[in-house]
């Protein structure tokens, strides 16, 4: 039998990469439906882009500042994405807002991770805002982008307990073991055709894994 072309993937960073990492690695897999074909980041300096070369992946770095305006830059991005012939695109910790016009041209074709539950916490310093709030559980969320900041179809999530005595770091160090392993697991159901979009919200055709999350 013919084994199914993968789905051609571009990853955007702007830091270390560990999300790009994870992704890089799940890949490797014969079996796993997609491959990442680009890493870009719009900060040379970023650590990520040397992680994902090491890995033998072809890298881009467009610097933001270069560019009048963020449309221009967004055209930028879109220009190496479609050279690279990317097929869908996963945000790994990219901290510039993209226009709605790049939104929409890869809108149903693009992730982005996201270290909440949402959609409680958007924004920024979401280990803060959780313990601010006193939620004993707190994750994080892959999502299909839409304009809206940190809204869209949500693909799967993971939960955390928060501990008495935790601060964002302890916080974030919990979150971040529980990302590197839902992304790939979210890009595999998008890439592989089992997660889909129906009426605004994610369709899985797949088994769901059983549990009962709660924390004291
Ligand atoms: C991750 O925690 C990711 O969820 C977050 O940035 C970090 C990047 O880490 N993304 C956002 O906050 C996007 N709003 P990484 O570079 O090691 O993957």
């Not at 970023?46 to 610097?63: F, Q, V, Y």
């Not at 479609?82 to 993209?98: K, N, Y």
């Not at 940190?150 to 974030?172: H, K, M, N, T, Y």
Request: aromatic share 4%.
């Amino acid at each position: 039998m013919a084994v199914p072309a993968k789905v051609r993937v571009a990853i955007l960073i702007s830091g270390r990469g560990s999300n790009m990492v994870a992704l890089v690695e799940a890949a490797r897999d014969p079996a796993f439906p997609a491959e990442i074909v680009l890493v870009l980041s719009n900060d040379s300096g970023a650590e990520g882009l040397s992680r994902a070369a090491a890995a033998g992946i072809p890298t881009k770095a467009l610097d933001h500042r270069s560019y009048p305006d963020r449309a221009t830059f967004d055209a930028a991005i879109d220009a190496a994405l479609r050279e690279a012939g990317a097929e869908l695109v996963c945000l790994a910790g990219f901290m510039r807002i993209l226009t709605d016009g790049f939104v929409e041209g890869w809108a149903g074709r693009m992730l982005n991770i996201h270290p909440s539950l949402l959609p409680l916490f958007k924004g920024t310093h979401t280990h803060a805002q959780a313990l601010a709030a006193g939620v004993r559980l707190h994750g994080c969320t892959v999502h299909f982008v839409v304009p809206e900041l940190d809204a869209g179809p949500i693909v799967a999530q993971a939960a955390v307990p928060v501990r008495q005595g935790d601060d964002p770091d302890s916080l974030a160090a919990r979150v971040i073991v529980q990302e590197r392993r839902l992304y790939p697991a979210a890009l595999a159901l998008v890439a592989g055709g089992k997660a889909r979009l129906d009426a605004g919200r994610v369709v899985i055709d797949a088994v769901p894994s059983e549990g009962v999350l709660f924390s004291l």
